[in-house]
């Protein structure tokens, strides 16, 4: 089974910036796909951003300019700077990876979330 352990989040001020981080762990042979997802209030979950296993990142289009996806050197773990915030980017944002496991088994998985709140 694939855990994944987010960090950063919080409290930021409208222009500010702020670094999520997610790592997986667990038999995993290889991450097809790593991300991060969010979804604020009365809204449904949307993607962000995402890295693939050859190193492409797509972006939506209401970050892109603003936020940048990496990843470390294991592709276990990936990064998400967010710069220029604003309001609307106040959201909980979940990890979330497609990856395939030694024994072959393919499995998607989510983190638990972490809360970005960005005031005005």
């Known amino acids: 089974q694939v855990q994944l352990l987010e960090s950063g989040g919080g409290l930021a001020q409208a222009g500010g910036s702020l670094r999520l981080s997610c790592a997986a762990s667990?038999?995993?042979?290889?991450?097809?796909?790593m991300g991060w997802y969010r979804q604020g209030p009365g809204n449904k979950r949307e993607l962000v951003a995402d890295i693939s296993d050859g190193g492409a990142t797509s972006y939506a289009d209401s970050v892109r300019g603003r936020f940048t996806i990496s990843r470390d050197s294991t592709k276990k773990v990936i990064y998400l700077q967010m710069n220029s915030l604003k309001t609307e980017d106040t959201a909980v944002y979940y990890c979330h990876t497609d990856a395939v496991h030694y024994s072959g088994v393919r499995e998607v998985s989510w983190g638990q979330g972490t809360q970005v709140t960005v005031s005005s």
């Open positions: 667990g038999s995993i042979w290889i991450i097809n796909n």
